[in-house]
């Protein structure tokens, strides 16, 4: 084990310093402290950035007055969210981090979202479909890191400027190689179509190649970028990693490494939380949207040994008043947590840029937040599939998936800005002719796993187990299903081109799909405004979800298994 958490402590005498506390942990006469900081998932919200470069500043500071060095890393997603990164596909986030100073990034799923460079989602002719992820990648100072993307057609990792496998860089005299993974669920948790001839092969083995790589070059740390990840629940204890969830791909990368081969991962992507030491590696995570920052410190030795480690709990980057005023003032390393001003020079004009079109007032109002959830049927997810019948009334049908939700609506008045950071996704309209038999299929498949819930308008459902059967009954506008019949739905693009597998568990022909060039998000918005004055105009979250009024209509929770005796989807 290269990180010898509280055996090595204990051999020095001392027990490891409270995780509340700041600072490098004791160095050893003639080492030098590398801190490590992570940050992964901030999905566009450059407005967390400048008091980010703040707390940075205040830790490079710090290791310049003792001789040590600061090593920042970013995990993935780093673009896709908020207005204000969208319009500039990102471009304004690799500013801001060329300007703070990262060593490396690796490459997430939604990297690939915005396709060809400029308003298209997809490539409709001869447009490279990586265009936008290519740019960005011309723009940084940093590299983008994938060692397990790779074409296709060539079976080689992808060979594009400024995007490599990994990289070596030296801080305060250590060598440390950086490798960078990218989720295998990428070729649908991104638009499928901008992954065409591309493939996700497993991390673990291209992890230990380059990692093996870039020892012999003489790196002396590695530290992996993962756009892959886990959530751990309990955080007090940083050598117990009981609470973290084990099913992720996290685990199954760690488990694939022969031990001593990593000795760092910045995780990310399930935007959950990490401070733990798992199977010998120091390992953070720090939600998502920069909402905190995640930091280890290690005491390192002038031949590259590491003679004490730290795991720090996430920070947060903004602590607020209760007035809602803004952050907190701090002080961290001494000195208080000031903006960064060249970094908020940035940010101030990407949100110039946007500030007019993101407080346009859409003309309803909200009587109570508007909630979403990934896993369970949601306000949220019925009102948006409702707005887009309603956008697209000669469908039938409208299904959504629970991941394109990515923020609640708050009450009161709503703005263009809050549908946007609701639904920062710029999917198209897709229609779809599916036979009744085929949504029977879909539904009841939805309900027994445990992917992303699928949310429905003008169709509802009944579940119940008989015996070890799941009994679906489907109603579609108040008519009972018909299997033979075949209806028209309304959905994305990011589903009909194989998003989540939906297509896939429809069976359905090319042929059978219609794609559009109309932007879900924008027809909602143009619904919105048209109920303006009307008594569509205020909007109750409870007339549309309730405990007595739901669209899906279960037992227990997703998945549904059922059983001859003891199911949770049995009638109660």
Known sequence: MRLMFATVMMALGCSRPPLSAHGKPSSRAGNVTLTIIGTNDLHGALDRLPRLAGFIDNVRAARVADGGGVLLVDAGDMFQGTLSSNLAEGSDVVRAYNEMGYAAAAIGNHEFDFGPEGPAVTATGGEDRRGALKARAREARFPFLTANVRDTLTGSRIDWTNVQPSTMVVVAGVRVGIVGVTTRSAPVTTMPANFVGLEVTPPAPEVTREAARLRAAGATLIVVAAHLGTNCTDLRDPDDASSCDRSEELFAMVAGLPRGTVDVIVAGHTHGVIAHEISGIAVIESYSSGRAFGRIDLDVSRDGRVDAVRIDRPHPICSESRAGSGCLPEVYE???????????????????????????????????????????????????????????????????????????????????????????????????????????????????????????????????????????????????????????????????????????????????????????????????????????????????????????????????????????????
């Open 334 to 572: 001494g000195k208080a947590v000031v903006a960064d001003r060249a970094v908020q020079a940035i940010v101030d004009a990407a949100l110039q840029r946007t500030e007019k079109r993101g407080d346009e007032d859409l003309g309803v109002v909200l009587t109570d937040e508007v909630t979403e959830d990934h896993d369970v049927e949601s306000a949220e997810g019925d009102l948006f599939c409702d707005l887009m019948l309603a956008a697209w009334p000669a469908a039938q049908i409208a299904v959504s998936n629970g991941g394109s939700l990515r923020a609640g609506l708050p009450a009161g008045e709503l703005t263009y800005g809050a549908l946007f950071r609701a639904m920062p996704f710029d999917n198209r309209f897709a229609i779809v002719d599916v036979t009744g038999a085929a949504l029977r299929r879909l539904v009841t498949t939805n309900l027994q796993t445990a992917t992303d819930i699928l949310s429905w308008s003008g169709l509802t459902a009944k579940a119940r187990c008989n015996g070890n059967t799941l009994d679906v009954e489907i109603m579609i506008n108040g008519q009972k299903l018909d299997e033979g019949r075949t209806y028209e739905l309304v959905t994305s693009d990011f589903l009909a081109s194989g998003g989540q597998g939906v297509i896939g568990e429809l069976k359905l022909s090319a042929t059978a799909i219609h794609n559009t060039t109309v932007i879900v998000r924008e027809a909602m918005a143009g619904v919105l405004r048209t109920w303006k004055g009307t008594s569509k105009a205020t909007i109750d979250p409870t007339r549309i979800l309730s405990v007595t009024h739901r669209r899906l209509d279960y037992v227990g929770s997703r998945p549904i298994e059922c059983a001859e005796t003891g199911s949770d989807a049995s009638e109660p």
